[in-house]
């Protein structure tokens, strides 16, 4: 069958799709991207056929505040959090959504799968279910469905642990919607009803897993929180690896001989602007350690961008092949990107996370609840900070023995199983229905 997938252009976003590809590609089945040009030499390189975003929303997202000169002006919380939505989510849907009915033509496929932040999928999936092909989420960021206890998807809240606390959260929920979701939904229903379809269902991040007809969460269940409802369509399929890029440090099997910890820093592929905010900060705080290596990846940026002199005990590359470098690292250092958090717990490596943009506080949030890290609730942490933190998850076996907790659950799922399983007995499903004689009435007598 053919298979379209619809990508946000983010490296974040791109990378877990075409891990999806890679494994459907296995099973004979024919791929096409909805790309940015940024990935269009990595697509057709995997051997993918490539489809280009319009050029008006095609942002480079390398520098979010370059893409988006105007979101500097806004500190962290909801004024901040209401521009990216408008500007990364809202006004892109019309192009994207026609960019996309343009390709289906020319590459009618039988599937759609798209990421967690691609909203030009919406109007074609809020028309006639019978006129669209399949419909398939899949999640980038933590699951956005409402949660059991009325806490709003974004500033990282912890589950409720009593009932006043619920209607704390059901409080902060109202603030929420007032100073983000309302606003955003009101000019989201607005595109969608000039292009003739139906209002969202639910706030935005939700309505773009609700309407799919299957939800795939690249993670494990025991890291979300428990939902208000019971998504019989939801399947948890463990994490989408990469099969890897970049150098694999001879420094790595010196240090694991010698019995040295071996930290792993990642500002991740979007917030690595400033690589002083966490990299500097981990360097300063562990350079002095010879029982240490540190392992920094820039995410695609010169090392040279690091602020300050490297230590001796510190190796930094643009890439570093996590697949092979995950199973020997004793703590990862991040901003707390998705796919670093759930690769890093697949390995069942503890995490310490900073971060408050983004998905990053629902992540840390995650971690914290989950015992599986610490979460240091800042964009610019100390290396005094960045220090206790590394050396607490060392001395506390907790951490790692509840990191190994979820290893094990990752361990039970296969996604190149799953994913495929899935998605076929989906589009399969569909076909059977469309092939199906409609009911024949029998005559009144």
């Not at 929420?176 to 969202?200: C, Y």
Request: one cysteine or more.
């Amino acid at each position: 069958m053919k298979i379209l997938f619809a990508c946000f252009p983010a490296t974040g976003h791109v990378n877990p799709l075409l891990v999806a590809a890679h494994l459907l590609r296995k099973k004979g089945h024919e791929i096409g991207f909805y790309a940015g040009v940024l990935f269009r030499e990595k697509i057709e390189a995997a051997g993918f056929r490539f489809f280009p975003l319009p050029a008006d929303v095609d942002f480079d997202l390398r520098d979010v505040d370059a893409a988006f000169p105007e979101r500097k002006n806004y500190p962290p919380g909801p004024e901040k959090m209401r521009h990216d939505f408008t500007m990364a989510f809202v006004r892109p849907m019309a192009s994207q959504y026609r960019g996309l009915m343009s390709i289906l033509e020319e590459f009618p496929s039988d599937v759609v799968i798209h990421d967690t932040a691609f909203s030009g999928v919406l109007p074609l999936l809020l028309g006639p279910r019978s006129s669209r092909p399949a419909s398939v989420y899949l999640g980038v960021l933590g699951l956005p469905l409402q949660r059991e206890d009325g806490a709003p998807f974004g500033p990282g809240l912890l589950p409720a642990t009593s009932e006043e606390q619920r209607k704390q959260y059901r409080e902060i929920a109202q603030q929420f919607d007032e100073a983000v979701t309302h606003a955003v939904e009101e000019m989201a229903n607005e595109v969608l009803q000039n292009l003739g379809t139906r209002e969202l269902p639910a706030p935005l991040l939700e309505s773009v897993a609700l309407v799919a007809d299957l939800i795939l969460q690249p993670c494990v269940p025991s890291f979300e929180y428990p939902l208000r409802e019971v998504h019989e369509n939801l399947h948890f399929i463990g994490a989408l690896l990469p099969e890897g890029a970049g150098a694999l440090p001879p420094q790595l099997a010196e240090a694991k001989k010698a019995g040295r910890k071996v930290v792993l820093v990642s500002q991740g592929t979007i917030a690595n602007g400033d690589l002083g905010q966490l990299v500097s900060p981990t360097i300063q705080a562990l350079g002095d350690r010879d029982d240490v290596l540190i392992l920094v990846t820039t995410g695609g940026k010169p090392v040279e961008n690091i602020p300050g002199p490297l230590s001796k005990n510190t190796v930094a590359e643009p890439f570093l092949n996590f697949r092979e470098i995950l199973p020997h690292v004793d703590a990862v250092v991040t901003f707390g990107g998705y796919g670093t958090v759930t690769q890093s717990l697949s390995f069942g490596v503890p995490i310490i996370a900073a971060g408050l943009l983004e998905d990053k506080p629902e992540n840390g949030a995650r971690i914290a609840w989950t015992g599986s890290g610490i979460y240091l609730h800042t964009d610019n942490p100390t290396a005094e900070e960045v220090r206790e933190a590394v050396e607490k998850v060392f001395a506390e076996p907790s951490y790692r023995s509840n990191a190994k907790k979820l290893a094990e659950e990752f361990a039970a799922l296969d996604p190149s199983r799953e994913l495929p399983r899935l998605i076929e007995a989906l589009v399969s499903d569909r076909q059977a229905h469309a092939a199906s004689p409609a009911p024949v009435l029998e005559a009144a007598r």
